[in-house]
Structures are given as structure tokens and as C-alpha cells.
């Protein structure tokens, strides 16, 4: 069953790049670290080239996933979004009814989030409150510790 992501042009470019830094870089070293385990001998008792092995199939499990991942992303077409709602890669004003905090948020693939610089996954809890609200609107996010109320300020691209 494929799951569908959607991705800023700049979001696919790093996923390319981390996958192809997986396929071309890692890949032969996991290789020679087995080689390098295997010279040392009895393939029995040696823990060094189990431990290689194991990582090697790690990593064999991570690129995969990453070619799923990239197979099913879609890259978004930002000049054809509708502003008046929210959606994925709207850049989101709201204040927080009870504090009156106000944040600016934007809205990306769960892989691209990234707090610190104020990117949400839609997949997150404020995220999925969020999505399909319009200006004015007041979003109620069920969060751990109970229902935030956020008022949707501005919404942009």
C-alpha cells in the first residue's frame, strides 16, 4: 500500500541527494567493512562481521524505504495552491486563544519538518487541526494536555 507524500522541489532534491549519498557512498563501505570482517577468519565466532552484516542490512532496509518514499513523492506546483484555506505548504499565522501568543507556521511533508525553522508536518497534531481552515476561522487541536484553540490570522504561500 502506497502512501502519496508531497514535497517542495527543494524537499526531493535533499531526498534525492541523501539517497544517492546512501547508494554511493555508504553502500561500498558497509561492503568493505564485511570484506575487511570475512579476512579475519572463522565466520562463526566472528562478532565483528555479524555486526557488519547487521549494519549492512540496516542500511539495505533505509535505502529501500528511501526508493519508496521517492517513487511516491509528488512535488507541488505552489503557484496552482488556492490560498483562502489551508493546505500543505501554506505559511500559516495564528495566536494561541490562551495566551495570545501569535506563530507563523509552514506546512510540509512529514520528512521536510523542522521546528526550529517553523516548518510543521501536516501529518502532526496542529498540522491535521489546521488543514482546511480559512482566515478568521478558529482551529480546536486536541493535543496531549487537552483542546488548544488557535485563531487562523493570515494565511499565505
Known amino acids: 500500500m502506497s502512501k502519496v507524500s508531497y514535497y517542495t522541489a527543494e524537499g526531493l532534491k535533499k531526498l534525492r541527494d541523501e539517497l544517492n549519498h546512501l547508494k554511493d557512498i ?3 563501505k558497509a561492503s568493505q567493512a564485511i570484506a575487511e570482517a570475512r579476512d ?3 565466520l ?3 562478532a565483528e562481521y555479524d555486526a557488519a552484516k547487521e549494519a549492512q542490512g540496516m542500511l539495505e532496509m533505509k535505502i529501500s524505504k528511501m526508493e519508496e518514499t521517492l517513487a511516491n513523492a509528488r512535488v507541488i506546483d505552489e503557484s496552482q495552491l488556492d490560498t483562502s484555506k489551508v493546505l500543505a505548504l501554506s505559511i500559516v499565522k495564528i495566536k494561541n486563544q490562551a495566551n495570545g501568543m501569535e506563530m507563523t507556521y509552514t506546512l510540509v511533508a512529514e520528512s521536510e519538518a523542522d521546528l526550529a525553522s517553523g516548518k510543521i508536518s501536516v501529518n502532526s497534531p496542529i498540522g ?3 488543514l482546511g481552515k480559512s482566515v478568521g476561522d478558529v482551529a480546536e487541536i486536541q493535543v496531549p494536555n487537552g483542546i488548544m484553540k488557535f485563531d487562523i ?5
Not at 153 to 157: D, G, N, P, Q, T
Open 26 to 28: 555508504e553502500r561500498p
Open 128 to 130: 491535521k487541526g489546521l
Open 153 to 157: 490570522l493570515e494565511i499565505s504561500r
Open 44 to 46: 562463526s565466532e566472528n
Open 40 to 42: 579475519k577468519g572463522d
